[in-house]
């Protein structure tokens, strides 16, 4: 029985990710269409879809299992459209995983290198695992909506009945856990702890792998490759990620210790996925999967934190300004602003709960 736990925990936050990824993969380049990206796509994806959906139903003061019978169906067929959808894209997988193998030796050496050190945060996220204090709330908030089958209805130091919970109603990340437990019966602390904290490790770094990707590009200047300088960037951002515990703020700390909480997601995941988004918008021809990423990952900073209903609108509406400035077109900078709307309606409804 345990074993069956496992692969459906396991399939929930590996496979189910990547096909999902497929739909905004579908509409970008192929050169971007890698399966990391899919990957980072398919996690937006699932945020973006369990904000839209979980919302009314906290506000509402719904059942915790109404909401895992509507999510599942809708997640059932968004993978679906995806499969279908993902048809055209498994050709550009091939030819980009090909493309890895006639590269030089020394980026060779130099992507194993950097995968050598992921993967040793990776053993250490799990085997030096860190309980951070403010579990106390999260997985308690996990449990509780597990187990009374109630959405912050319940005090999570007490699990007193308390009236709905307004600061936290808008950002159900603790709820998404939840969600994941009930489907796989496993725990929502072993979850968090020793899946999550793991898996989103990865996940934070195909999001830094796809900004070097844009960052260096395959376009050849003064007769080398910059697209060969992919894995230097990607090592240097594992040294910074593992020394970077300067303080219990940092952005390094939170993506170590504490990924699996809002906050750690916001630091580590969001902000990056956003500045790759912004990368993508200030170029001068935007495929439409890139639209598609952006707006998933502005509705996921709110998933994630309800910060984020000050944070993101400020940091976009400066970006747009920006990337107008650029490409010396108003509407260009409209488009952009105009994608945060989404937030600014969940800023409405948190003001009204509040």
């Known amino acids: 029985m345990e074993i069956i736990q496992w692969c459906i925990l396991l399939t929930l936050v590996l496979p189910v990710p990547f096909f999902l990824g497929m739909i905004p993969v579908k509409y970008m380049t192929s050169l971007q269409r890698t399966p990391a990206m899919t990957y980072v796509c398919g996690w937006f994806v699932s945020f ?7 919302v009314p139903f906290i506000l509402l003061e719904k059942s915790f299992t ?20 993902s048809r055209p894209v498994w050709g550009d997988f091939a030819r980009n995983i090909r493309g890895a193998f006639s590269l030089p030796l020394l980026v060779k050496l130099g992507w194993l290198a950097a ?7 990776l053993y250490m996220a799990v085997s030096y695992d860190h309980y951070d204090g403010d579990d106390a709330y999260y997985i308690a908030v996990s449990v509780l909506t597990d187990t009374f089958d109630t959405m912050y209805l319940r005090d999570a130091y007490t699990g007193y009945l308390y009236p709905l919970d307004a600061r936290h109603a808008l950002s159900p990340t603790p709820v998404y856990q939840a969600w994941l437990s009930r489907l796989s019966g496993i725990h929502p602390a072993v979850i968090a702890h020793s ?16 900004i070097g990707n844009r960052l260096f590009p395959i376009t050849k200047k003064g007769g080398r490759e910059k697209s060969n300088y992919r ?8 040294v910074w990620f593992a020394f970077g515990n300067v303080s219990l703020y940092t952005t390094e700390t939170f993506a170590m210790t504490r990924t699996w909480q809002g906050k750690g997601m916001m630091a580590g995941m969001v902000l990056p996925a956003l500045f790759l988004c912004l990368l993508f918008l200030a170029l001068d021809k935007v495929p439409s999967g890139a639209w598609l990423l952006f707006e998933c990952v502005l509705v996921s900073a709110v998933f994630a934190t309800s910060i984020s209903f000050m944070l993101v609108p400020t940091v976009v509406g400066v970006s ?35």
């Open 115 to 121: 995968f050598f050190l992921i993967g040793v945060q």
């Open 48 to 54: 973006f879809l369990f904000e839209l959906t979980a």
């Open 231 to 238: 894995p230097l960037f990607l090592i240097l951002i594992a």
């Open 66 to 85: 109404s909401l895992v019978v509507t999510y599942t169906v809708i997640i059932g067929v968004a993978l679906v459209c995806s499969v279908w959808a």
């Open 195 to 210: 899946v999550l904290s793991v898996v989103w490790l990865v996940f934070m770094y195909c999001i830094y792998g796809q």
């Open 320 to 354: 747009a300004v920006l990337i107008g400035m650029k490409k010396k077109s108003v509407r260009a900078a409209a488009c952009i602003f105009a994608c945060c709307v989404p937030c600014l309606l969940l800023a409405v409804c948190y003001v009204v709960v509040k």
